[in-house]
């Protein structure tokens, strides 16, 4: 078994939490090395043991964000019907969203970083590809799967951004109610 040093663990977990306050304050590229090591109370020869530059350290904690929202998609397998699916989908990446939500409003809303908006795209992507081929009843279907997979990544990602930006309008069952009223009811029967 490959155990990883808990002081390893412990410095990674410290300084991605420190990244994360600093993206909340400040645009990525206008933090240094510097200022993560200070504000994490670390020396800068930590900082280089673990990492190349800082944005190694915000490739490897976005390559966590990732696999944690792998994880979680993951969970979604034994839906046969292509609504469920969706719907079910659409509730673990709110839910992914909801747990991880300093984590995302740092990266998605106060940065804007593509690289993430991109990752996300991929994890579900994969996910619906991974399920259209699955899913005999969208054989018949007209509309080629990549079309498919990309209108409701499309409204999947671009409303699970707004319910993150104002959390206060409109609270997750209201988000995946509309999206039950949105999605045809004779999908996938």
């Not at 969970?75 to 469920?84: G, L, V």
């Not at 799967?145 to 671009?158: D, P, R, S």
Request: include cysteine; glycine fraction near 4%; charge should be negative.
């Amino acid at each position: 078994m490959n155990k990883k040093d808990l002081r390893v663990v412990k410095t990674q977990n410290v300084l991605y939490i420190t990244l994360l306050n600093l993206m909340k304050e400040h645009p990525f590229e206008e933090i240094k090395v510097s200022d993560i090591c200070n504000k994490a109370l670390i020396n800068r020869s930590t900082f280089y043991a673990h990492y190349a530059d800082k944005y190694d350290l915000l490739s490897e904690f976005i390559q966590e964000l990732k696999n944690s929202l792998t994880c979680e998609l993951k969970k979604n397998k034994n839906i046969s019907n292509t609504r469920e699916y969706y719907l079910e989908m659409i509730k673990l990446f709110l839910d992914h969203i909801e747990a991880k939500r300093e984590s995302y409003l740092a990266i998605m809303i106060h940065n804007r970083n593509s690289i993430t908006m991109d990752i996300i795209y991929d994890v579900l992507d994969h996910d619906i590809t991974s399920h259209l081929q699955q899913d005999q009843s969208l054989k018949k279907n007209d509309i080629p799967g990549e079309i498919i997979a990309k209108f409701y990544i499309g409204a999947v990602v671009n409303v699970g951004i707004e319910w993150l930006k104002d959390g206060k309008q409109y609270t997750k069952e209201d988000i995946l109610g509309y999206f039950d009223l949105l999605i045809p009811k004779e999908l996938g029967n």
